[in-house]
C-alpha cells in the first residue's frame, strides 16, 4: 500500500509535461510527442521518428547559427570605425536583410514538422557555430576576416545538411538549405573583395 501511494505522485510528474501542461526538457524540441490542449493534430507529417530526429537536428542548429550570425553582423556593424566605416556600417546591414528571413523560415520549418524551436540565448549559444564577440572589434580586416571564416563554416554546414536531410526524406529541407548556402556564398564572396583593397593592409 505504501509502495503504491509513493509511485502515483512520481508518475504524476512526468519530466516531459508539467502539471500546467508546459513542455520541459527533450520535450520542447518534439511537440507532435506532447499531450497538451490543442495539440492533437501535431505530428511529423511523412518523417519517421527516425528521420524528423535528423531533420530537426540541423533545423535547431542552423536557426541558432544564424541568430548569432544576425547578432554578429549586428555587433560589427556597431563597432567598426576608420576609413571603412560607412563601407562596411552599411553592407553589414545589407548582408542582415539577407540573412534574418532564414531565421522565421527555419524555425516555422521545425515546427511544421511537429519541433519546438529553441529560443532561450543559452541554448542558442549552446547550438550555434558562430560565436557572438563580447569584445570591441573596430579593426575592419580583423572583422572581415573574422566573417568571412564563420561564412565558410557556415556555408559548408548548410551544403552537408542539405544532404543529411535529403538522405533522411525531406527535400523541403533540402531545398531551404541549398538556398541559404548560395546567400551565405554570396556574402562570403563579397566581403572577401573587400578584404582585396589593400588599403586594408
Same mark, same amino acid.
Do not use: C, I, K, M
Given at each position: 500500500m505504501t509502495k503504491k501511494s509513493k509511485a502515483a505522485p512520481k508518475k504524476a510528474s512526468d519530466p516531459e509535461k508539467k502539471a500546467s501542461g508546459k513542455a520541459t526538457g527533450a520535450a520542447k524540441a518534439d511537440a507532435a510527442h506532447l499531450s497538451t490542449t490543442n495539440?492533437? *493534430?501535431?505530428?511529423? $507529417?511523412? *518523417?519517421? /521518428?527516425? /528521420?524528423?530526429?535528423?531533420? $530537426? /537536428? !540541423? *533545423?535547431?542548429?542552423?536557426l541558432a547559427t544564424t541568430i548569432s550570425l544576425y547578432l554578429k553582423f549586428k555587433k560589427y556593424h556597431w563597432d567598426i570605425r576608420g576609413r571603412f566605416f560607412r563601407d562596411l556600417h552599411l553592407a553589414y546591414d545589407e548582408f542582415i536583410d539577407e540573412i534574418f528571413p532564414g531565421i522565421d523560415e527555419q524555425a516555422e520549418r521545425l515546427v511544421a514538422l511537429g519541433g519546438s524551436p529553441i529560443a532561450a540565448p543559452s541554448d542558442i549559444e549552446r547550438f550555434s557555430i558562430v560565436k557572438v564577440p563580447t569584445e570591441t572589434v573596430r579593426d575592419a580586416r580583423t572583422q572581415v576576416a573574422d566573417l568571412v571564416a564563420d561564412l565558410t563554416r557556415v556555408g559548408r554546414g548548410y551544403r552537408d545538411d542539405s544532404q543529411t536531410v535529403d538522405d533522411a526524406?525531406?527535400?523541403? !529541407?533540402a531545398d531551404l538549405y541549398n538556398g541559404y548556402a548560395a546567400t551565405i556564398d554570396k556574402i562570403r564572396w563579397m566581403l572577401q573583395a573587400i578584404m582585396d583593397d589593400d588599403r586594408m593592409n
Open positions: 495539440n492533437a *493534430l501535431v505530428d511529423h $507529417a511523412y *518523417l519517421s /521518428e527516425s /528521420e524528423f530526429g535528423t531533420v $530537426a /537536428e !540541423t *533545423l535547431q542548429r542552423n526524406n525531406d527535400p523541403a !529541407t
